[in-house]
């Protein structure tokens, strides 16, 4: 029984299985207008080619498809970048950090056009429901949202493609080749299929990115990377590439080099464990390269506090609340946090593997006279005895009662 009434659907497109039987799917069940919007993230031609006349011959009576990269990339990854932001160790937040632009801009464009519900093709096992219908409620929240997967008889990738093949809908998905995919410009995950039991290692043939490492070039890569305040601004000496340009390069570098592949069995915002594998071969260099401008730049405190700070980062990115005050407030945090955070660094890329050659600031708080074994002026030996007895000293007191 359809929960909502709708007259008109702004339905998050993006060509792919799930979205491309939907709009029939509303059509046949609401009766409605398929207003069809994709946001152009980085995901290539491959994925946007003919993705407007695919959208009209399956129903939809408008279709936008919108350049958002550079958006993307200055407003979401560079910021999340800068907090150093990585879920449960291993996820760089690909697709997380993509949800609240795409789903900003839908709402946005349900508005402008009259629509009275929101749509998406999430699962209702999946957190890009949670991230999608948290950003409705922030930018429209008088919208009704329609979420097929959560209404429809169809319960496998299986039925979807079967319902596609009935209702003539193109879809490049089979049964041998049934993988879920999402791609942008920072990374590309990969899940479903054998991938689905942890137990099977990562065949060879999904990795879309990036070369293996034992097929990686055997000279190692290095490449120098410019920060401003924690942002990056520059590659090899080039000052004038664009955000987008920036990342395409370290992609196409840090791929060629094996950089960037993850296995990893991850917890759900909705409670369950599932098995991703996921491609960030940019973003994997530019974290490692802010990881080690920060060590040069920040005191001791700040930096384990901003790490603290970095693991609810991205806990909240992860979860889809990027709307909120909290984040906001974090990103207020991080901003002044990594002010001194300007620099260059350069990395080493070899057979999947990274490690830093050089690291310069002029904000640097290494001081070779205090860290050189060489004795110095700045340091006194001495002083080290009062220090070692003040922190001890409740460990003495507690040995010393225990000893009685």
Not at 180 to 185: G, K, L, T, Y
Not at 239 to 256: F, T, Y
Not at 343 to 352: A, D, I, N
Not at 382 to 395: H, Q, R, S, T
Request: aromatic residues 8%; negative net charge; contains cysteine.
């Amino acid at each position: 029984m359809n929960k909502v009434t709708a007259k008109k659907v702004a339905l998050a497109y993006s060509g792919g299985l799930d979205t491309s039987i939907i709009i029939p799917w509303l059509k046949e069940h609401y009766n409605c207008e398929v207003v069809a919007i994709c946001g152009d993230i980085g995901q290539g031609g491959e994925e946007l080619d003919g993705l407007k006349e695919k959208a009209i011959k399956t129903g939809a009576s408008e279709v936008y498809v919108e350049d958002m990269r550079e958006e993307f990339v200055t407003d979401y990854l560079w910021k999340l970048v800068r907090s150093g932001a990585v879920y449960e160790h291993k996820y760089l937040l690909g697709t997380s950090i993509a949800r609240p632009l795409l789903a900003k801009r839908q709402a946005e464009v349900a508005l402008k056009t009259g629509c009275d519900a929101l749509s998406h093709g999430c699962t209702g096992k999946g957190n890009d429901q949670v991230r999608f219908e948290l950003t409705f409620k922030a930018i429209a929240p008088h919208l009704n949202v329609i979420a097929p997967w959560r209404e429809w008889d169809i319960v496998s990738r299986e039925d979807a493609i079967e319902y596609a093949r009935v209702h003539n809908v193109p879809i490049a998905q089979s049964t041998t080749k049934i993988y879920s995919r999402d791609r942008n410009i920072w990374h590309i995950s990969h899940e479903g299929g054998e991938l689905e039991d942890p137990a099977n290692a990562a065949p060879d043939h999904i990795w879309m990115l990036s070369k293996s490492p034992a097929e990686a070039p055997n000279t190692p890569a290095e490449v120098t990377i410019g920060f401003k305040s924690g942002i990056p601004v520059s590659l090899n000496g080039q000052h004038k590439l664009s955000g987008v340009a920036l990342l395409e390069e370290l992609n196409k570098l840090g791929g060629e080099h094996g950089i960037g592949r993850i296995d990893l069995v991850e917890n759900r915002f909705v409670g369950m464990k599932s098995r991703g594998c996921y491609e960030t071969p940019g973003g994997a260099i530019l974290l490692a390269a802010e990881r080690e401008l920060e060590a040069l730049t920040l005191d001791r405190p700040t930096l384990h506090f901003k790490q603290k700070m970095a693991l609810d980062y991205a806990e909240m990115v992860y979860n889809g609340l990027w709307f909120t005050p909290l984040r906001e407030s974090l990103d207020a945090f991080f901003e002044k946090v990594t002010e001194p955070v300007t620099g260059e660094v350069t990395m080493r890329l070899y057979k999947g593997n990274l490690e830093p050659v050089s690291r310069k600031s002029p904000n640097s708080l290494y001081n070779l006279d205090i860290a050189s074994f060489t004795m110095g002026a700045s340091y006194d030996q001495k002083d080290a005895l009062g220090f070692i007895n003040l922190v001890g000293l409740p460990i003495k007191v507690r040995a010393l009662l225990h000893n009685k």
